[in-house]
T-cell receptor, first 117, second 112 residues
Framework: GAGVSQSPSNKVTEKGKDVELRCDPI?????LYWYRQSLGQGLEFLIY????????KSGLPSDRFSAERTGGSVSTLTIQRTQQEDSAVYLC???????????????FGPGTRLTVL | GNSVTQMEGPVTLSEEAFLTINCTYT??????LFWYVQYPGEGLQLLLK?????DKGSNKGFEATYRKETTSFHLEKGSVQVSDSAVYFC???????????FGQGTRLTINP
């Protein structure tokens, strides 16, 4: 079956504009994660969904960042009023039901490279 | 909080050399430990994992042993190949945390 897909693969935007990044998880995976990979900060966790709810959004860097997930499948990460420091590769991952105290392998998408000019 | 510290790169080796990439961690409780690999132009892939102390994860000739006493999970391979050139990330998953905490990554280049 298909893996995790993300779109667009590349996005160039101007400072101050809003952007939406999309993630399609592997079919049947109930857990979905967003991470950010940047030169200065490495790979950072942003937010985690279990179904349509987000029990952990502790990694979102500011209130300009938001994410939603509908139908327990597709997720959208929205960055409002983009800044140059938002430039990074945004990675999405999905896994089977995430249960406390156990680990289910996270499968990563290819990422969206965001460049803010 | 949980954290992972990885050997800084880049690392350049000749084919058939022995590889070690050091990884140490700080965590409460008993995390699961992982090595992820990112080949050029591709997404992150799980390379190997260990879920409890003294477990050894292995895959594609790579090995890493979960050492609780030294809080380490060093990646080793006895004879590297050009195709092993990639960025390697050490990571942990705190029990119930449902998120991965990554090290800063080590870029490995193998020359023929």
């Amino acid at each position: 079956g298909a893996g995790v897909s993300q779109s667009p693969s590349n996005k160039v935007t101007e400072k101050g504009k809003d952007v939406e990044l999309r993630c399609d998880p592997i079919s049947g995976h109930t857990a979905l994660y967003w991470y950010r990979q940047s030169l200065g900060q490495g790979l950072e966790f942003l937010i985690y969904f279990q179904g349509n709810s987000a029990p952990d959004k502790s990694g979102l860097p500011s209130d300009r960042f938001s994410a939603e997930r509908t139908g327990g499948s597709v997720s959208t990460l929205t960055i409002q009023r983009t800044q140059q420091e938002d430039s990074a590769v945004y990675l999405c991952a999905s896994s089977w039901a995430a249960a406390g105290g156990s680990y289910n392998e996270q499968f990563f998408g290819p990422g969206t490279r965001l460049t803010v000019l | 909080g949980n954290s992972v510290t990885q050997m800084e790169g880049p690392v350049t080796l000749s084919e058939e050399a022995f590889l070690t990439i050091n990884c140490t961690y700080t965590a409460t409780g008993y995390p699961s430990l992982f090595w992820y690999v990112q080949y050029p132009g591709e997404g992150l892939q799980l390379l190997l994992k260990a879920t409890k102390a003294d477990d050894k994860g292995s895959n594609k000739g790579f090995e890493a042993t979960y050492r609780k006493e030294t809080t380490s999970f060093h990646l080793e391979k006895g004879s590297v190949q050009v195709s092993d050139s990639a960025v390697y990330f050490c990571a942990l998953d705190g029990r119930g945390a449902q998120k991965l905490v990554f090290g800063q990554g080590t870029r490995l280049t193998i020359n023929p």
